[in-house]
């Protein structure tokens, strides 16, 4: 299901200084190290997948990861842990096509519905999410607490 060019494909550790600097356009900097470092961890499991998108000239310009969110209060659901499209290719395609993907990957596992969170300040991406058909479902507080 590759588009115009595009093509999409688990991530290996060779992508961790593309999959950094693309942290870096979403606002969560990490070193090359670092990310390789979670690549490892994310592909030894089975509830989780890390997706690439690259183009014709093989450079990578977005990427997706998607886990399972098995809950008591619910049927199984996957939740989208970062999707990132490349501010030079954004509009052409790219993040609906890594979308497709994270819902075949979602389906495939049994889960009834993909879900995602989205900072209140990403307008730009909340338009992107609802006109691929993804709905509000409810406002709320993220807490954390260092370890």
Not at 17 to 26: G, K, M, T
Not at 36 to 47: G, V, Y
Request: hydrophobic share 40%; aromatic share 8%.
């Amino acid at each position: 299901m590759d588009s115009d060019g595009i093509k999409v494909r688990p991530a290996t550790t060779a992508d961790a200084v593309d999959i950094s600097a693309l942290c870096d356009q979403l606002g969560y900097p990490a070193s090359s190290e670092q990310v390789a470092k979670r690549i490892k961890a994310i592909q030894r499991l089975d509830d989780h997948t890390l997706l690439v998108a690259h183009g014709s000239n093989s450079s990578l310009i977005g990427w997706v990861h998607i886990y399972l969110c098995p809950l008591v209060v619910a049927d199984l659901e996957a939740e989208i842990g970062g999707l990132i499209v490349d501010e030079g290719y954004r509009g052409q395609g790219v993040g609906k096509l890594l979308m497709r993907y994270a819902e075949i990957w979602s389906s495939e596992k049994g889960c009834q519905a993909l879900r995602l969170r989205s900072n209140i300040i990403r307008k730009n991406a909340h338009v992107f999410y609802e006109q691929i058909g993804y709905g509000k479902t409810k406002t709320q507080w993220v807490f954390r607490k260092e370890l």
